[in-house]
């Protein structure tokens, strides 16, 4: 199985901070590689796609990158709104794995 | 709009069964590998079983293989989830989500319903 390793677990930020939060996969995943975003007591939302794609209504701030193991998920000026778990994915092969998510929260 | 519906949860004892559903609308069902994704209390996502477009073909997690089974009815546009046997580690509030990509990304979710282990 795929394993993800997210970093950090937890990252505190300031409001419009420029962030990055960093997965990285045990064997090379190609550029399958998707991002989530989970509020409190919310479903996931997904922000990126294929490691670097945009998914219509997610805000510019938001932007992926990275192939084969080490992938970022960066935001552009952080908003109060974006304190949430982000969760990394792998659909490259079956069992689809997750990370186990980096806590984003107001420093 | 992509609407997907979850039912069937509760607070089941253990070694009992259980079913859940989960009723799609906003988008041709058919044409879609749908999914179950479930989260322990305070704890990550961890995808349970996928389906295929016609049913044909299932995949699930090492840990729930012999005793969930994901089915889907495409003139119902609804899927299951038959959980047999149930654990106490089963409990966990299950998502279903749509497969965009196949077998790859979930674009869309459900709002999850919750299943209790617990004598």
């Known amino acids: 199985d795929v394993v993800l390793t997210q970093s950090p677990a937890t990252l505190s930020v300031t409001p419009g901070e ?7 996969a045990s064997e090379s ?17 997904l922000l990126i796609k ?11 701030r938001f932007s992926g990158s990275g ?12 908003e109060l709104e ?26 | 709009e992509v609407q997907l519906v979850e039912s069937g949860g509760g607070l089941v004892q253990p070694g009992r069964s259980l079913k859940l559903s989960c009723a799609a609308s906003g988008f041709t069902y058919s044409n879609y590998v749908m999914a179950w994704v479930r989260q322990a209390p305070t704890k990550g996502l961890e995808w349970v079983a996928s389906i295929s477009t016609g049913g044909g073909n299932t995949y699930y997690r090492d840990s729930v293989k012999g005793r969930f ?8 546009n609804t899927l299951y989830l038959q959980i ?9 509030t299950y998502y279903c989500a749509k497969d965009y990509g196949g077998y790859s990304e979930f674009d869309y979710w459900g709002q999850g319903v919750m299943v209790t282990v617990s004598s």
């Open chain 1, 18 to 24: 420029r962030i990055s939060l960093s997965c990285r």
């Open chain 1, 29 to 45: 995943v190609d550029t399958y590689l998707h991002w989530y975003q989970q509020k409190p007591n919310e479903s996931p939302r």
């Open chain 1, 50 to 60: 294929y490691a670097s794609q945009s998914i219509s209504g997610i805000p510019s």
């Open chain 1, 67 to 78: 192939s084969g193991t080490d992938f970022t998920l960066s935001i552009n000026g952080v």
């Open chain 1, 82 to 107: 974006d304190l949430s778990i982000y969760y990394c994915q792998q659909g490259y092969s079956l069992p689809l794995t997750f990370g186990s998510g980096t806590k984003l929260e107001i420093k």
């Open chain 2, 69 to 76: 089974t994901i089915s889907r009815d495409n003139a119902k």
């Open chain 2, 84 to 92: 047999d046997s149930l654990r106490s580690e089963d409990t966990a």
